[in-house]
């Protein structure tokens, strides 16, 4: 499908469900008006019934009317849920669109996951605003949210990759269920701080469940309080029914601060609970046919729909929600009679213990299923991408690699080789000649390919790399640490990685530029022929052309590439295009001069 074609499905896409969704509204409104007078009406009708005939037979005639109004009301807002759902389908589709156009601001961008010392993700510009992350992001959940970050952000094995490639091309033609996915998590206000509390409870002990002196006081207690009320209503005095509260005062007061503790971890997440069993059942309705998915998916159905992950997630929610009935005002009166706090905590503990193994896969896998999903939206938009190969003796072997956040119409590819063990590519080039970009290029799509994603190529090979960069280097003052220093530190961290042979790809932009001239020649030709030693392999982009020297010195370890900018009639043309030898090209005092800088003509 073309670009065009896309579009269009999108646009058409985006106007049926604005249309169902206002016709819902419509519906829904009107509905409402006769909600409130089929209630009224009930209501008359009731009470003449039962004034012209018996007094119970209009009391049994409103509790029949209540019950079908209560279907009624369930109905009513099944119309709203539905209207919802399509207004969000609606935004999505919309938002589609303009992702086509390049502009993807409206998805959450990752920035939280951002990691200075992680080996890539500052330089390659992987979480933050027009991120790759934004750019991918389809997830809603906040699981789904740190797995995508996970996945951004860690290489896999062979196996895995061609496990993810099967299920990003199972996934990517249902945009249908895809999008339906991401409409049930919109709107719901998940954190990632709220996993880590329900986690904290998780591998915390039972505090009431299996404790034998609150097992008796549950059963015990409130006929003692039913039997003191009793009792004061027909022949005690009222005094002594107080004495009968007695036991209930005692066993509230000692397990107050453990259930305290308890609500504290758990209310927050009882509406998004909700959410996620909304989330997986609609995992569950669907049969995949990939490894992967079956995977993921094996541990959610259970036995049939009562014991299925999602059902036992929204009882889990309804558990958390009448526990949480003790902040109501009329929370005291259950706690005297039925000590509601021990029953729920005791109920709700009782589900930790007979779920808690399972609780953590079920979320794991959904948590994936959102990633993989915003993988294959990612290939559904971009058609042209293809999946590569993977092969352990492979050299890196790109055609036509693009960068995959620049817009389409303004994208430059090149052809790239590059042996992975021992080899560098010197890049020179003048300033704005794309040498950073080409850099980012190469890099961002050995990552793609190496987590098991489409890439940006027209044809790619390559072995598991994982990619070390210095590009973006910067002083930190919280440890008085000059942008120099930095950078040094930077170069040690991954000196240390390629000398453990990992298969590591660098890509190092202007290394060593905090110093002078000199010293930045020697220092660069002293890490270049360290790196060469250590079998490293990877791209250096720098302005030093006299680097270009040891391309004859090294016996094809080393190879020069450029990216030259034309100069006509005072003006700058870039083409971005990669080509073989040393950068001829100089245009600092043009660009100087364009900018009204005033540059004296030297002979």
């Known amino acids: 499908m073309d670009i065009e074609s896309l579009e269009k499905e999108y646009h058409q896409r985006f106007q049926a469900n604005s249309e169902e969704a206002a016709r819902l509204k419509s519906k829904y409104n009107k509905f409402s008006f006769v909600r409130l007078l089929v209630f009224i009406v009930a209501l008359l009708a009731c009470a003449i019934l039962g004034a012209v005939t018996h007094p119970g037979f209009g009391v049994l005639a409103f509790f029949i009317c209540m019950i079908g109004f209560y279907f009624f009301v369930q109905w009513h807002q099944a119309i709203q849920k539905m209207q919802t759902h399509h207004e969000h389908l609606s935004i999505l589709n919309q938002q589609e669109e303009r992702t086509l156009q390049h502009d993807y601001s409206a998805y959450f961008d990752g920035a939280e996951f951002e990691d200075a010392e992680h080996p890539y993700t500052v330089d390659m510009d992987i979480f933050g605003p027009y991120s790759l992350y934004q750019y991918i992001n389809r997830t809603t959940s906040a699981l789904g949210k740190k797995t995508l970050a996970n996945y951004l952000s860690n290489i896999i094995t062979s ?101 305290d503790k308890l609500v504290h971890q758990t209310e927050s997440v009882g509406k998004i609970l909700i ?100 993988f294959a939206n990612l290939y559904y938009n971009n058609p042209d991408w293809i999946f590569p190969t993977v092969d352990v003796y492979a050299s890196l072997e790109g055609k036509s690699i693009g960068h995959p956040l620049l817009h389409r119409s303004k994208r430059i590819c090149n052809d790239f080789t590059c042996p992975t063990d021992g080899h560098i590519k010197l890049v020179t080039g003048s300033n704005m000649a794309g040498k950073s970009t080409f850099l980012r290029t190469v890099g961002l799509n050995i990552i793609l390919a190496c987590i098991g994603s489409p890439v940006c190529a027209e044809r790619m090979r390559l072995p598991m790399l994982q990619v070390y960069s210095s590009m973006r280097t910067q002083d930190a003052l919280h440890e008085s640490t000059s942008s120099f220093y930095a950078e040094l530190k930077r170069l040690k961290f991954i000196i240390a990685a390629v000398e453990k042979g990992d298969r590591i790809f660098f890509l190092l932009d202007e290394i060593l530029k905090g110093t002078n001239s000199k010293d930045r020649h020697t220092g660069s030709k002293a890490l270049i022929k360290q790196l060469i030693k250590n079998k490293g392999a990877g791209i250096i982009a720098t302005h030093d052309l006299e680097l270009g020297s040891l391309e004859s010195e090294y016996n094809g370890a080393i190879e020069n590439l450029c990216m030259e900018v034309r100069v006509e009639g005072g003006k700058l043309f870039f083409d971005y295009t990669l080509d073989k030898g040393v950068s001829q090209s100089f245009n600092a005092t043009i660009l100087m001069q364009n900018m009204g800088i005033q540059i004296d003509d030297l002979d």
């Open 159 to 259: 196996t895995e990759v061609v496990d993810r490639h099967a299920a990003i091309q199972e996934l990517s033609p249902m945009l249908a269920w895809r999008q339906d996915l991401q409409a049930i998590g919109m709107g719901t206000e998940d954190e990632l701080r709220f996993s880590l509390a329900l986690k904290a409870w998780l591998s915390q002990e039972s505090v009431i469940h299996g404790i034998p002196k609150y097992k008796w006081a549950i059963l015990l207690v409130p006929i003692i309080s039913v039997g003191g009320i009793i009792a004061a209503i027909f022949w005690l005095p009222w005094q002594i029914m107080f004495l009968t509260f007695l036991p209930a005062i005692y066993f509230l007061k000692t397990t107050r601060e453990s259930i």
């Open 275 to 374: 959410t996620y069993s909304h989330l997986l059942k609609h995992i569950e309705k669907q049969e995949f046919t990939s490894s992967k998915l079956q995977t993921l998916t094996v541990g959610l159905t259970g036995g049939g729909d009562r014991d299925s992950a999602s059902s036992k997630i929204k009882r889990l929610s309804y558990l958390i929600g009448q526990l949480n009935v003790r902040n109501n005002v009329f929370a005291i009166v259950f706690n005297l009679i039925g000590l509601w706090d021990l029953v729920w905590a005791s109920k709700l503990e009782q589900w930790k213990t007979e779920q808690l193994s399972d609780m953590a896969t079920w979320f794991d896998s959904m948590g994936e299923i959102e990633a993989l999903s915003s």
